[in-house]
Structure formats: structure tokens, C-alpha cells
């Protein structure tokens, strides 16, 4: 009782001892370590662990000896409770990197000692404890031993060939632990020794250890024996061919630790590996599968499986071992498939028909692997579904699936016995498999469906099946059924409709769940309503529709069963709601009380949102009376999701049943709107805005009483600068429904008021109210939106805002907006009527303002788009003639060419081609830029003649007119598929070779252009990686021939006139970890991003944000390069700056080490990195400095705070 409790105030922080209790306490203790009872032993151990903590460094000396002396005494029970205590001890040390010696001291003293014990091989349990702890405490504290790595090598090493397996496995994972922290002398030493023995080959037991160590230190240090494996490869693949399971079992295992941990060093090695791999993943010596090499169709037989095995008696099943060769094979197979994508085609060839053909093995953990190798080779497979690879990147990724496709029938011949066999692990295996192909290749088994349905049907009857064998089967059934027509199935509902019933009424609610979602998928099958079907869904209602209806009444059951059955419900009346006759109306009674309950109402809301849109007319008025307010009032409740669906569900019922609904009803959703619209949330006012339009439409009445509140948020929105793109259209499609009603409250004149009237105040009284860029853009569109709708108002207008542009007291506001109107007006409409329209715009280019000026030449651009006969060829004379307008003009020219249809823009293509060309020499380069931008957009408009004649471009003898070229190029690709994009991927390579330009600027615009194609549309360019990359790598370089000096006054200061394109490098390098990854060779990038962390400021900054992307996209080879690595970042973290620096200095310092903080912290994430000496000792001398300590927080609190995806992207 009183060690108990010593323990109990041991764990309390208030505790002090004085040195005399010190010592009595620990005298104490030891000698309870003694005590005749087990139990007092037990609580003296576990006092150790909080005493350590507290008394002095001498006592835990005193502590650790007594243990250590202790662990060689000759009572077993004293030995095992002194090792235990040492554990304690070691795991309560406080770890090295926080700079307390006794760390070090202690374990100086127990490794000594347990060397020592390790060494004299008298008593086997002491050597185990011995080297467990040993393990312990190198892979806690392995950097604090440096010192003592050699001694422990030595020790261990003559433990590999002890008469005792275990304890050569314990030597294998001290060793293991140790390689993490060791010098490379001390590695090279370890490498050496083992490569000796292997060539040696003293007696098969050791080889198979010393086999077994190289897997286990390529597994805990990989990124060490790379430079090592030319040696060690060749002597395993030896090893493969002695007739040894055991050995070969191990060699298998070592090659997949090497695949896994070196991928390049292993690179040249994979054919071999590959071919051992499918000779061994075969080998079954003792078993006949009815000669399958002279005919593999045989495999449809039966009898293969049954017979027996011919050999002698006195072989048993228990003496094969050949099961684990195959097994360390498929695994060996399964790290090359993961972690070689480029090797994929190969797989299809080679690897595929032979795992297929495997699928019969008889050994239940062999076949779980195989069927693991063969779901990641899969995987692979599946197509990247994502921006970055646009659909256009057909070609190279379709072969791989085309194969796949190919050996579907294979596949399932091979599948489909066994989803009737006993074993649950095969079937679950059969199952995943196939789900994983139903995901790669949508529609793939529709044509054996026949086969499978059978298999199907057993796992979900069958009473053997456990519940995880019951929910594989519906996850699979569910992905079948979404992933193939549903004529497909058809034929086979009546026999999968009961199981899955059946399955709703299961006890176990994760089954319940899987099977509703099913039924739910199921009903769209029997009744697809989106098109002519001639299936008769009428018999299977009756079965159908009471198993979902119980779980739909229950209310005792689980969270996820009850949002399910709801949804599922939902899906049973929008699809046969005709068909269910009295059920019907009882069933809409529930889903009335669903949405009062707090917890299922998002779902009922989603789920009559279904219904209500349901082509078959579902009769719901019997619960609109009490649902709608119910409805209303969720408007006002705090979860955004709950306000986003029911606007959905207002939106539908108001389009479907206008005439149930009673005014009533309609105000008090009304009242609930305005505090919807508010720029806090664009997305729920954009709902709420569409809902009002819908409104407006169908209830013109109830407008009188929409105007007040909700007007004045909407036109809050439309001045907000946050609006655009959705809320935006949404808002004028609003405006426009309001004028169709014809309410003299809200007619053209009224909103026209309320809508300039910010900018037409802010003139007259120099009122404060001044409006962001983007709110002139939105109410211009507004305007031009309300004139389409009333061309009659619409001259009127028109000429009020000429009026503004000429009058001289206009403030340069009023001028913009009327302008941007013009702009937003002309698009739609012919203003050739306005004879003066010209004369006016021409004068605004000589305005003052910047903002006038740009304004005037958008609304020029704009309004020849809605009149390109009559202001195109005027536009093209003024750009010949008027040098001084020229870019205001070309701006207007870059709006034609980017809105007018490409139709209407032919008859002007080669006079606009002449023009451009005449200025895509100009020495300033804005002007240049907007002339690359006309080019390139002029281009899509025919791409087939134009781009050749770009391209013939590029050999014109100035440099200026290059990069202009090279310029237009960029603006061709865009992020969505173009017809373009087929000739461009055929001539991006020629402009791409302007890399290699010896001018140095053509060469900044040659990578802008390959930035732009990586980020937009990846598919262009990767197989041009091989040439382009060189180049690139080449531009990273600091030419010391573009650095030159300039005086300023008294003062001297270097330029670099290489930084940009330098930079414009970096950046095209991390877009390609985005989209290419997989084409590059990692090793070869690392050498340049390390050049990149020494050089100027902005480049370091990047290449920080890029080494972080790395510890996440490739943490193993990070770790192979740690060591020139830190070295970088250790110095800009601890660089000082000058005393009498600016203040900018300090900033952009302080700047750039958060910045290396963030990529040390990134590293710190990659799990071994812990364990390298060097990144230890950075990080004890990042603790030892109080300045780099702080900064390290505040970085990590950062990173805390932020979502896990986002927190590596701390660009």
C-alpha cells in the first residue's frame, strides 16, 4: 500500500524531494525490486518511471546499475523484473535534443553494461532482454550513443550467427535501429561485413539471417544502402536459385524493401526482379493443378482442385513451405506495381495474365496477396480524375486500358467458382477485386453480370456469411448497379431483389445501411425514369416497399440507417410513387415528422426536394399546409447546409405546385429572405436570388411585397466589390423576372435609380461613398441586363449616358460608369444610331484619368463586338494611324477578338494578322504583351492555318518578334479541351525549343509559356519532358556574365540581369510537381532545387515552398538528400542581419527564415527524418536558440490551425 502510495504522489507535479528522502526513496525502491511478492515487484517498477523525472542525475545512475547487476543475477523472476524496469527507465528519459547530459550519462552506463551482457553468451533469456533493450533504446536514443555505435556493431555482429534464432531476430532489429543514427563509416563497415558473409556462404541457416538483416536495414534506412544495392543484388538473385524456401522466402522480402526504399538505385535492376517475381509467384512443387502448361482452359474442370497429390506418403501438407515463397513473391509484386506507374503497359502484359491465371491458388494468404497485387496494379489503372488531367490526355493512358479491358472475360472465368467457394477470405477477395475493376472501367461486366449475380446472391443468403462478408457484397452490388446500364440488370431482379430485402431487416445496422443504399440504387434500375423503358416494375413493389417503410417508421435505431432509409424512401416514391396507391400518403406523413426532428432534417429536406421534382406528379398538398412554415423556419437556423437545401426544396415546390400553395405561406418565407443576401455568403445569396426570381415568375402578386428589404440587400450585393460569376447572373436574371411583372414599384425607371445612384451622389454632395473597380463592372451589366428587357427605355438611356461622357462636370465615376454601360449595352445591341458615339470615345483617350481612359477603350472593344461591320475597320485605321492611342486601342481590339463569334470575325483575320504584325516588334513591352494576346486568341479563331504561320514566325530574325510569338503561344492554352489543343500538341515542341534562344528575355517568355501549358494543360507537354527538361534545368543556373555592377553616387550595386528568367525556372519546376511528377526523375530535380536554396532571396523562397511540396509528394528520397539539404536551410535560419540595415532588410530576412522554418517543419513530418544525427542536431541547435525556438512555434502554430490538406501550401 505505501509503494502504492509513493506512486500515487510520484505522479503529482507538487512533489520535491530533498537528497537525503532522494536516497532513501530510491534505496527503498531497489529493494522492493527483491521483494518475495510479485505484486509489490510490479508497483516498485512502475514508481521507477515518475521517479526518474525527479531526483537527481547521480540517483538514476545509482538506479540504473542496481538494474543492470540485477539483469546478470541468477533468478529468473529478479531479471525479468530489472529488465522491465529498465525499459521504464529508458522510456521516461527526457529525450537528447532537450539538452539535459544525464540523458547521455545514463545511457553510457547501461549500454556498457549491457554490451557487455550481450557478449558473454552464458544465459540465452539475458541476451534476448539484453538486446530488447538495447533496440529500445537505440531507436529513442540511438544519436545520444554516437560514441559507443562501433562497440555495439561489434557486439551485435557475432550475434548473427548464434545457435539461437531468436536472438539473431533481436540482433536484426537492434541492428536495424541502429542504422538510423550511425555514421557512414560505421554503415559502410555493417554493408561490407554482410556483403562478405553473403559472398562467403558459410551454411544456409546464416545466409538466410544475413539475408534477412540487409531486408530489415533496407527497411529501416533505405535511403542508405541505395549506393550499395550494385553490390547486393546480384548475390540475392543468386541465392533465389538454391533449392531453400526459407532463403527464397527472404530473398523476396528483401527485394521488396529495396523497391519500396531505393526506387532509383533499384531502377535497373526491376526486369531481373520482375522475372524471379513471376517464376516464383507460380512455384508450387508439391501440388498438380491438372497440368495447366499444356492447356490452360483446363482450369474450367473441376476435378483440378480435388484430386490428390501423387507423391509419396510420407510428404505431408505441413512440411510445405513453398506457400510462403508464392506469398513473398505477390508482395514483392504488389511494391513494383505501387511504386513503378510508368511500367504500367509492361504490367498488362506480363504480369496481368499470370497473376489472372493464380487466382486458383489453393493457400488462402497466398490468394489474399495475389488479389491485393492485382487491386494495386488497378489502381494504377484508374484514370486521374482531376483539372489537371483534362480529358484530352487520351492517347498514352488509354493503352493500359484498353488491355484491361481485354482481359475482362479472363478475369471473371477466373473469379466467378470462387464467389460460391466456402472460404469467406476468398470471396471477400474475389469481391474487392472486382469492385476496384467495376471503379477503373465503368460498364466492363455488363456482360457478365449472368455470371455473377449467382455469386452474389449466395454471399447474401448464405447463413454462414459473417456480416463483413455480407457488407463486401452490397458495397460491390452498389458499385455494379452505378457503374452499368440498367437493361443490364433487368433480367436478374427477381432473384437479387429478396436477398437484398432481406439484408434491410439484418439486426447488425452496418448491413441495414449498406442494403438500403442499395435498394435505393435498385429502384432506379427497375424504373429508370429519364428514359423509355419497357421493364414492368408493378410485381416487385409489394416486395420492395415495406422493408425500407419499417426503418423509415423506426425510431430507436442508428443515425446513419435513419438518414438512409429516408433517402432512400425518397427514391421509392420519386420513381414509383404511382404505383404505391394508399401507402403513399401515410408514408409523406413520416417524412413531415422527419423534418421536425433536429437530426433527420436535412435529410427529409433532401429527400423532398426529390419528390417534389419527380415527373410522375407525387400528390403532396396533404403536408405542404404544415410543411412549408416548418420549411421557412429552417431558413433562420445556423447551418449553412440546412439553408442551402431547403432554398432548393422552397425553389421546386414553388415551380410545382403554385397552386397549392396559399399567399399565407409564400409572406412568411418571404420575411425570412432579406438576412439570407449578404456578401458574407455569395453561394446561399445566390440561392436565395435564384428562389426570388423563380418567385417573381410564378407569383407576380407577391412583388409589391418582396420590394422593401429584400431590394435594398440585393442592391447592397450588386455594389459589394466580392460580387461576380453566379450571384451575379443570378441577380440580373432577378432584375429582369422584376420587370416582367409590370410593377409599378419596381419599374425600369425605379431600378435604374437605385442602381446608379452611389456613384451619381458621390459626385454632387462629395459624398464618402466610393466604390471598388469590380461594383462599376457589375452594375454596368445590370444596366445593360434592365435595358434589354425594356427596349423601349433603352435609346433614352443610351443618350443620357453620352450626355454624361461629354458633359464637362461629370466626375471621372459617372464617366467610368457610363462607359462600362455602353460597353455592357453595345455587346447585345447595334448602337449604330448614336452618330456621335465615336467622336466621344476617340476624346476620352485624352482624358486625365487612367481610369476613364481604360473605360473608354473597353467600351470601344465591346460595342464593335455587337457591330463589327461598321467599327472593326474604323478600329483598324485608328491603330495605323494614331500611334499615340495605340495600346488603349489594341486593348479594344483584345476585346473584340476575345467576344465576337468566330464567324463573324473571319472576313477580318488576315487584315487584323497584318496589323499585329506590323507592332509584334514594339519596344514596349505592355504593348507587345496586348499584341501576344490579339495573336493568340486570334488563333483559336483558325488554328489550322493560323498556328503554322506562328510557327514560321519564330525563325524572323528579331528577338522582340520572338518572344511575341512565343508569347501567343501562352494564350492558346487554356484549362478546358479546345479543338486547338490536337495541332498544338503536335508544334509545342517547336516553340518550346526557344529555351535554348541566345536571347535572354525570349528565353523568360519560352518558360512563362511551358509554366503555363504544365499548370493548364499538362497532357501538351509531358512526353516532351525528356528534351525540355535539360533546358530547363539549364536556366537555373546563375550565369555570372549577366551580374553586373552599377554606381549609385558614392555607392556600388550589383544587378542581375539573369533573376528573372532564373525564377521563371523555379516556377515552371514546381508546377511540374503538380502535374508531372510521375515523369520526373526526382534525384536529378533535387540537384537543382539544392542550387536553388543558396540563391537570391526570391528564388529561396520558392524553392522553401517546393522542398515542403517534396516531403510530402516523395518523403523517401527527401531523406536520401537530407544531409545537403539542411545544410541550406541551417543557414538562412541562422543568418543575422547588418545593425544599420533598412527596415525593409530585417522584414525580408524575417521573411525568408519563416520561410525555411516552414520547410524545416515540412521535413519534420517525414517520419524517419527524426533519427538522421544531422536533422537532431538542427534541431537541438533550433531548441538552444531562443530567436529560431519562437519562430519554430509560431510556424507550427500555424500549421496547426490550418486544414490538413492546406497545411503543406503555405505559399
Avoid at 64 to 88: A, F, H, P, W, Y
Avoid at 1102 to 1110: D, E, H, S, V
Wanted: glycine share 4%; with cysteine; proline share 5%.
Amino acid at each position: 500500500m505505501a509503494t502504492n502510495d509513493l506512486m500515487m504522489e510520484l505522479q503529482k507535479d507538487s512533489i520535491k524531494l530533498d537528497e537525503d528522502s532522494e536516497k532513501k526513496v530510491v534505496k527503498m525502491l531497489l529493494k522492493l525490486l527483491e521483494d518475495k511478492n510479485g505484486e509489490v515487484q510490479n508497483l516498485a517498477v512502475k514508481c521507477l518511471g515518475p521517479l526518474v523525472g525527479k531526483v537527481k542525475e547521480y540517483q538514476v545512475e545509482t538506479i540504473v546499475d542496481t538494474l543492470c547487476t540485477n539483469m546478470l543475477s541468477d533468478k529468473e523472476q529478479l531479471r525479468d523484473i530489472s529488465s522491465i524496469g529498465l525499459k521504464t527507465v529508458i522510456s521516461e528519459l527526457p529525450p537528447a535534443s532537450a539538452g539535459s547530459t544525464m540523458t547521455a550519462n545514463v545511457c553510457k552506463k547501461i549500454t556498457a553494461q549491457l554490451t557487455g551482457a550481450i557478449g558473454k553468451q552464458e544465459d540465452v533469456s539475458v541476451q534476448l532482454e539484453a538486446l530488447d533493450i538495447l533496440s529500445d533504446m537505440l531507436s529513442r536514443l540511438g544519436g545520444t550513443l554516437y560514441s559507443f555505435h562501433s562497440s555495439i556493431l561489434n557486439c551485435l555482429l557475432p550475434q548473427l550467427t548464434s545457435p539461437r534464432l531468436a536472438v539473431r531476430k533481436r540482433a536484426i532489429i537492434a541492428l536495424g535501429h541502429l542504422v538510423l543514427t550511425c555514421s557512414g563509416n560505421i554503415f559502410s563497415e555493417l554493408t561490407e561485413h554482410l556483403l562478405a558473409k553473403l559472398k562467403r556462404n558459410e551454411s544456409i541457416s546464416t545466409t538466410r539471417t544475413y539475408i534477412q538483416c540487409v531486408a530489415g536495414i533496407s527497411r529501416q534506412a533505405g535511403h542508405r544502402i541505395g549506393e550499395h544495392l550494385e553490390k547486393i543484388i546480384p548475390l540475392i538473385v543468386q541465392y533465389c536459385n538454391v533449392e531453400d524456401d526459407e532463403l527464397r522466402e527472404y530473398c523476396f522480402h528483401a527485394f521488396e524493401s529495396f523497391v519500396r526504399r531505393c526506387p532509383k538505385e533499384v531502377d535497373p535492376h526491376i526486369p531481373t526482379v520482375m522475372g524471379l517475381c513471376l517464376k516464383y509467384i507460380t512455384f508450387d512443387p508439391n501440388y498438380n493443378y491438372d497440368n495447366e502448361e499444356e492447356e490452360e482452359e483446363m482450369m474450367e474442370t473441376e476435378n483440378g482442385e480435388d484430386e490428390e497429390q501423387e507423391s509419396d506418403d510420407e510428404y505431408s501438407d505441413d512440411d510445405d513451405i513453398s506457400w510462403k515463397v508464392r506469398r513473398s513473391a505477390a508482395k514483392c509484386l504488389e511494391a513494383i506495381v505501387s511504386s513503378r506507374h510508368d511500367l504500367l503497359q509492361d504490367c498488362y502484359k506480363t504480369l496481368s495474365p499470370v497473376l489472372i491465371s493464380r487466382f486458383k491458388e489453393r493457400e488462402e494468404n497466398v490468394k489474399a496477396d495475389i488479389f491485393s497485387a492485382y487491386i494495386s496494379l488497378l489502381k494504377q489503372t484508374l484514370p486521374v480524375q482531376s483539372w489537371l488531367h483534362a480529358p484530352d490526355t487520351s492517347g498514352m493512358d488509354d493503352v493500359p486500358l484498353t488491355m484491361l479491358q481485354n482481359q475482362v472475360p479472363k478475369i471473371v472465368k477466373a473469379l466467378h467458382k470462387q464467389l460460391k467457394e466456402k472460404s469467406i477470405k476468398s470471396r471477400q477477395g474475389c469481391f474487392s477485386l472486382l469492385t476496384e475493376l467495376a471503379n477503373v472501367l465503368p460498364g466492363c461486366l455488363a456482360d457478365h453480370v449472368p455470371a455473377l449475380i449467382p455469386g452474389i446472391v449466395f454471399s447474401l443468403a448464405d447463413k454462414s456469411s459473417s456480416s463483413n462478408m455480407r457488407i463486401d457484397t452490397l458495397s460491390f452490388l452498389h458499385v455494379l448497379l452505378c457503374n452499368h446500364q440498367p437493361e443490364v440488370f433487368h433480367p436478374h431482379i427477381k432473384s437479387l431483389l429478396p436477398p437484398v430485402v432481406t439484408c434491410i431487416g439484418d439486426p447488425f445496422y452496418k448491413i441495414t445501411s449498406e442494403a438500403l443504399l442499395v435498394t435505393q440504387q435498385l429502384v432506379k434500375v427497375i424504373r429508370p425514369l429519364d428514359k423509355p423503358c419497357t421493364f414492368d416494375a408493378k410485381p416487385y413493389v409489394k416486395d420492395l416497399f415495406p422493408g425500407p417503410l419499417k426503418r423509415l417508421k423506426a425510431a430507436d435505431i442508428d443515425q446513419e440507417v435513419k438518414e438512409r432509409a429516408i433517402s432512400c424512401m425518397g427514391q421509392i416514391i420519386y420513381s414509383l410513387g404511382d404505383l404505391l396507391s394508399t401507402d403513399l400518403q401515410p408514408t409523406l406523413k413520416i417524412f413531415l415528422e422527419r423534418l421536425k426532428n433536429e437530426i433527420t432534417r436535412l435529410t427529409a429536406v433532401k429527400a423532398l426536394t426529390l419528390i417534389a421534382s419527380s415527373p410522375l406528379k407525387i400528390d403532396l398538398r396533404p403536408i405542404l399546409g404544415e410543411g412549408f412554415p416548418i420549411l421557412a423556419s429552417f431558413l433562420r437556423k445556423n447551418q449553412r447546409a440546412l439553408k442551402l437545401s431547403t432554398l432548393t426544396a422552397l425553389d421546386i415546390l414553388v415551380k410545382h405546385y403554385s397552386d397549392s400553395l396559399k399567399p399565407a405561406m409564400i409572406e412568411a418565407v418571404l420575411a425570412e429572405l432579406p438576412a439570407l443576401i449578404t456578401e458574407n455568403d455569395m453561394h446561399v445569396s445566390q440561392v436565395a436570388v435564384m428562389f426570388l426570381t423563380t418567385l417573381a415568375k410564378v407569383y407576380p402578386s407577391c412583388i409589391t411585397k418582396i420590394s422593401g428589404s429584400v431590394l435594398a440587400e440585393t442592391f447592397q450585393l450588386v455594389h459589394s466589390p466580392l460580387l461576380q460569376g453566379g450571384a451575379l447572373n443570378a441577380i440580373i436574371a432577378f432584375f429582369q423576372a422584376l420587370l416582367l411583372t409590370k410593377t409599378p414599384a419596381v419599374g425600369y425607371s425605379e431600378l435604374m435609380k437605385q442602381l446608379t445612384a452611389p456613384i451619381y451622389s458621390s459626385g454632387s454632395a462629395g459624398a464618402s461613398v466610393t466604390l471598388h473597380k469590380q461594383a462599376y463592372y457589375s452594375i454596368a451589366k445590370c444596366v445593360a441586363a434592365l435595358s434589354s428587357a425594356c427596349p423601349k427605355e433603352a435609346p433614352a438611356t443610351v443618350n443620357q449616358f453620352i450626355q454624361d461622357v461629354k458633359s464637362p462636370k461629370a466626375s471621372s465615376a459617372v464617366q467610368v460608369l457610363a462607359f462600362l454601360s455602353l460597353a455592357e449595352t453595345g455587346r447585345t445591341t447595334n448602337l449604330s444610331a448614336q452618330r456621335e458615339l465615336k467622336t466621344v470615345i476617340l476624346d476620352a483617350f485624352t482624358s486625365p484619368s487612367e481610369e476613364v481612359k481604360s473605360a473608354a477603350s473597353y467600351a470601344l472593344g465591346n460595342i464593335s463586338v455587337g457591330n463589327l461591320k461598321e467599327y472593326l475597320p474604323f478600329m483598324l485605321k485608328e491603330i495605323g494611324s494614331q500611334p499615340k492611342r495605340q495600346y488603349l486601342l489594341l486593348h479594344s481590339l483584345k476585346e473584340v477578338i476575345s467576344c465576337a463569334p468566330a464567324d463573324g470575325l473571319m472576313p477580318y483575320v488576315e487584315d487584323i494578322w497584318a496589323l499585329l504584325f506590323k507592332h509584334c516588334e514594339c519596344s514596349e513591352e505592355g504593348t507587345r504583351n496586348v499584341v501576344a494576346e490579339c495573336l493568340g486568341k486570334l488563333t483559336l479563331v483558325n488554328p489550322s492555318e493560323l498556328l503554322p504561320r506562328l510557327k514560321k514566325q519564330l525563325s524572323s530574325g528579331s528577338p522582340l518578334a520572338r518572344s511575341t510569338v512565343v508569347t501567343a503561344v501562352k494564350f492558346t492554352i487554356a484549362d478546358q479541351p479546345q479543338p486547338v489543343d490536337a495541332r498544338l500538341r503536335g508544334c509545342i515542341g517547336d516553340f518550346l525549343k526557344t529555351l535554348q534562344d541566345p536571347d535572354l528575355n525570349v528565353r523568360r517568355v519560352a518558360l512563362a509559356l511551358f509554366n503555363s501549358a504544365a499548370h493548364n494543360k499538362p497532357s501538351l507537354i509531358r512526353d516532351l519532358l525528356g528534351v525540355v527538361l535539360p533546358s530547363l534545368y539549364n536556366e537555373t543556373k546563375v550565369r555570372r556574365e549577366l551580374i553586373r555592377e552599377v554606381e549609385m553616387g558614392p555607392f556600388k550595386h550589383t544587378v542581375d540581369d539573369g533573376l528573372d528568367v532564373r525564377k521563371a525556372a523555379f516556377e515552371c519546376m514546381y508546377t511540374l510537381l503538380e502535374s508531372c511528377l510521375d515523369r520526373l526523375d526526382i534525384y536529378e530535380y533535387l540537384n537543382h532545387l539544392e542550387d536553388g536554396l543558396k540563391d537570391h532571396y526570391d528564388i529561396r523562397m520558392l524553392t522553401f515552398i517546393m522542398l515542403a511540396r517534396l516531403c510530402t509528394l516523395c518523403p523517401s528520397t527527401v531523406l536520401q538528400r537530407l544531409e545537403r539539404l539542411i545544410e541550406p536551410l541551417r543557414a538562412t535560419c541562422s543568418t543575422k542581419v547588418k545593425a544599420g540595415s533598412v527596415k525593409q532588410e530585417f522584414e525580408k530576412q524575417d521573411e525568408l527564415k519563416r520561410s525555411a522554418m516552414r520547410a524545416v517543419a515540412a521535413l519534420l513530418t517525414i517520419p524517419e527524418v527524426e533519427k538522421s544525427p544531422v536533422m537532431a542536431e538542427f534541431s537541438s541547435q533550433i531548441r538552444a536558440s531562443p530567436e529560431m525556438a519562437s519562430l519554430f512555434e509560431s510556424i507550427q502554430k500555424d500549421s496547426a490551425s490550418l486544414p490538413p490538406s492546406e497545411a503543406m501550401d503555405l505559399s
